[in-house]
């Protein structure tokens, strides 16, 4: 029970209050999170029976996950098909979550349920209150707001910390050349909403969770001058983001354990 009153007050100091999306007042580093008593007590267990799995380097971790994505047809085949139906999204289809829910359905039932049922029951292994709800909560309010932020705004030290080596460097390489052109960034996300869990993947190194979610943002890239060399100020993107993040067997915590490993998108010009 102490463990469990510990863990919401983690969970309403990390996560916030719900309602419309604001960005965070500081952007947080994974390793760093709230509380510096909760941090003492150690109140997050593992389940020690269950536990054995030998972490390996960054890069076996990456390039695993890259043979399973560009090998894998049915993988990106649902990926391609969920970006097609969320491209052409129209007022009609938006307002019958029904209608959404029921695509997702039919397209994630190409995945087995066996293996994210193994994906879950590994994560539990380490985090035995883990709670698929909850995690979709963790990523709404704490988890993509730090990470996209940071990569819409080139905070490379924040990027740096949820990324895998391979994820940061791709992410990062843009941004270090529009920062050597001395571009500045100005973009901003209005929302984030529609996250879901869209499978799970059992690597050799742990657990690995897919979400997708949308984002409405303005894009907007400035020169030293105040010019506006990328995007539009007064124009509306609609992000569809896929990401992989994956569960640090060795981190108890959860709000310290997962990791960025692969982020993909696409976007529309949002029609209001």
């Known amino acids: 029970q102490g463990v469990e009153s510990v863990r919401k007050e983690l969970d309403e100091s ?3 209050q719900t309602g419309p999306y604001r960005r965070p007042e500081r952007l ?5 999170y709230s509380g510096e008593r909760i941090k003492e007590q150690r109140v997050f267990a593992a389940n020690e029976e269950a536990m054995g799995m030998v972490l390996h380097k960054d890069s076996k971790w990456y390039q695993q996950w890259k043979d399973f994505k560009d090998n894998n047809v049915v993988f990106n085949r649902f990926f391609e098909m969920k970006m097609k139906y969320d491209e052409s999204d129209n007022a ?3 307002a019958s979550r029904a209608v959404t829910d029921r695509v997702t359905d039919l397209i994630g039932g190409l995945f ?3 293996e994210m049922s193994e994906v879950l029951t590994e994560i539990l292994r ?3 209150s883990f709670d698929k709800d909850r995690f979709l909560k963790q990523c709404e309010r704490d988890i993509i707001p730090n990470v996209l932020e940071a990569l819409i705004s080139g905070e490379l030290d924040i990027l740096k910390d949820w990324c895998y080596e391979a994820t940061y460097s791709q992410l990062a390489h843009p941004i270090q050349q529009a920062k ?5 960034f100005h973009s901003r996300i209005l929302d ?6 869209a499978m799970g993947k059992m690597m050799e190194q742990g657990p690995v969770l897919i979400i997708t979610f949308q984002a409405q943002v303005v894009m907007v890239i400035k020169n030293h001058k105040g010019e506006v060399v990328e995007g539009d100020p007064d124009k509306v993107l609609r992000m569809l983001y896929v990401w992989a993040l994956c569960r640090d067997q060795d981190e108890l915590n959860p709000y310290m354990a997962w990791r960025l490993l692969d982020i ?3 976007s529309t010009e949002q029609v209001l």
């Open 92 to 94: 009609f289809i938006r």
């Open 112 to 114: 087995s349920k066996t």
């Open 14 to 16: 990390v996560l916030g």
């Open 28 to 32: 947080r580093k994974r390793t760093e």
């Open 180 to 184: 050597a052109l001395g571009l500045q």
């Open 264 to 266: 993909s998108s696409s």
């Open 192 to 197: 984030i909403d529609n996250i879901d869990l």
């Open 126 to 128: 380490v985090d035995p």
